[in-house]
């Protein structure tokens, strides 16, 4: 592994504990509640969150780097969703510091770069953290460096295919120029920094 894929490495770790934290800290009475995601209600989101954390890690760990899934709409959360969390970061951690991030990850029938995976889980699970978090009433504060990290990375891979009405990413959201990383982040990936239920 590289110096790059070491260091996004140690700032996914991190945001994959925090992220355990936020998985364990929703309420069985917020299940229904709505998120920044207006298709998913928390259950539905926390369930994607979990159901690509437990793919990817699954893919990553993979000798052939074969996801089991290109798609997980069907996943549903065990009675343990933190544990479950913990458990695919684990995995995925492991896989990542064994060399995974040098050989392609296979989702169906299409491949991506190891390191480009690396980069994609990085900024999925910093957004999707602060959506969790925020249908929740809970604090996420990624560290500055990964959301720095991420604001290279997003860029090229919001083009018009994938962002606009309807698209995996809404419109990009105006923040004032010297917002924090996060919130330029959130922003870039069509999110309100200011969303709230």
């Not at 296979?106 to 770069?113: F, H, K, V």
């Not at 560290?143 to 018009?160: C, G, K």
Request: net charge negative; charged share 20%; aromatic share 6%.
């Amino acid at each position: 592994m590289n110096n790059s894929a070491s260091a996004t490495t140690d700032l996914l770790e991190t945001v994959l504990a925090d992220l355990e934290l936020i998985i364990g800290g929703v309420a069985t009475a917020q299940l229904a509640d709505p998120t920044p995601c207006s298709e998913w209600n928390v259950e539905q989101l926390r369930d994607h969150i979990l159901g690509w954390l437990t793919n990817f890690a699954a893919g990553l760990a993979d000798p052939e780097g074969k996801a089991p899934n290109a798609d997980v709409g069907a996943y549903r959360a065990p009675a343990d969703p933190a544990q479950a969390a913990r458990s695919a970061a684990d995995l995925l951690l492991k896989a990542v510091r064994a060399g995974a991030a040098d050989r392609p990850l296979w989702l169906g029938e299409n491949a991506m770069p190891g390191e480009l995976a690396l980069g994609l889980i990085l900024w999925e699970y910093q957004v999707h953290g602060w959506d969790l978090a925020r249908a929740t009433g809970q604090t996420w504060s990624p560290p500055p460096a990964a959301s720095e990290e991420s604001l290279q990375f997003a860029p090229a891979m919001l083009n018009d295919d994938f962002q606009g009405e309807g698209k995996a990413f809404g419109r990009r959201v105006a923040v004032p120029a010297k917002a924090a990383p996060l919130d330029q982040l959130l922003g870039l990936s069509g999110r309100d920094p200011s969303w709230a239920s």
